[in-house]
């Protein structure tokens, strides 16, 4: 979907009948609502997905909003971005319309009160035998079936908007992480999202995508306590037995960059040292070994 649609929304390089042929394909996309709504809740409101729902409208104004200079020169003519232009309103209108359908349609199903594990079989009984599946059941106060779907409604929504909320929140402290990487832990530790203790903030290191490898690196390479303590969690947290040393150091750094700064170099290359002679015993006579030849092996890497 971003790859073969946005992508040529996207860029200004993209020829018209390109553009043209992409923006009709989502014009039918945009008219199914449930498909919308699933691209929402399944990637936007995923902590690990992309926000490809809002990609997608954020991508679409920008087409109705751009004009022949936002093309590279030459490749589209005033009358052709004004018709591509036309058909990205129409793809908004489209969406909004199908969407505001949903909704109606979403409500009114709450008010069918009867219940769905009966309807397949009041669908196939006989005329005479209907009324009896009809009846209430009991225990079941009438008018609770329809107040119990408003309430698996209600839940529903809110769980949906607190995972969205949730992800907005984990979006803007990797964005202030990948600026400050402290700034950004402490802002998730405010928010509750992240412990204090130096092996959750690892993990959170190594699992997290979004975060810049580059600024990763930074953090573990610092001497502050902290610092130290969260990187000798995040190399504990490694398993080198069995590899050889060149193989070690590569799915070390598989998950950060190497800061610039020697003294962090050195500090991240003595923890790894000294992990790998502890899950690979005998391989060199002692840590200091194994430290000067991996710190040797980056220098020797480095441009």
């Known amino acids: 979907f971003p790859m073969m649609l946005l992508r040529v929304l996207e860029s200004s390089s993209s020829s018209f009948a390109a553009v043209s042929c992409v923006l009709r394909g989502l014009k039918c996309h945009c008219s199914d609502a449930q498909l919308l709504v699933d691209l929402f809740v399944n990637y936007d409101c995923d902590l690990e997905g992309s926000n490809l729902f809002e990609r997608t409208v954020n991508t679409l104004v920008k087409v109705a909003q751009r004009s022949a200079s ?7 003519t005033v009358a052709q971005t004004a018709a591509l232009r036309l058909d990205a309103l129409q793809c908004l209108v489209c969406m909004l319309s199908s969407l505001a359908s949903w909704i109606d349609n979403a409500d009114s199903a709450t008010t069918d009160t009867t219940p769905l594990s009966t309807a397949p079989a009041i669908a196939a009984a006989p005329d005479g035998d209907r009324d009896s599946l009809d009846a209430p059941v009991v225990g079941w106060p009438v008018g609770a079936q329809g107040t119990h779907f408003e309430k698996m409604k209600s ?8 995972r969205k909320a949730s992800k907005l929140e984990l979006e803007e402290a990797v964005a202030l992480f990948n600026q400050k990487p402290m700034k950004g832990i402490k802002l998730l530790q405010k ?9 959750d903030v690892a993990e959170f290191l190594m699992d997290t995508t979004l975060l810049d490898r580059t600024m990763i690196g930074e953090f573990l390479g610092e001497r502050a306590d ?6 000798h969690a995040y190399v ?13 150091i590569r799915s070390f750094l598989s998950g950060f960059r190497l800061p610039g700064e020697a003294q962090k170099i050195d500090r991240l290359m003595e923890k790894f040292a000294e992990r790998y002679c502890k899950d690979n015993r005998g391989k ?20």
């Open 70 to 76: 936002g093309y590279e020169e030459g490749l589209m």
């Open 155 to 162: 839940h529903k929504l809110e769980f949906e908007e607190q």
């Open 191 to 199: 928010q509750g999202k992240l412990s204090e203790k130096p092996a």
């Open 226 to 231: 902290f610092n130290l303590a969260v990187m």
């Open 236 to 248: 504990d947290s490694k398993d080198f037995g069995g590899m050889e040393f060149d193989e070690a």
């Open 284 to 303: 060199f006579r002692s840590v200091d070994s194994a430290y000067v030849l991996a710190y040797a092996v980056v220098i020797l890497n480095t441009d």
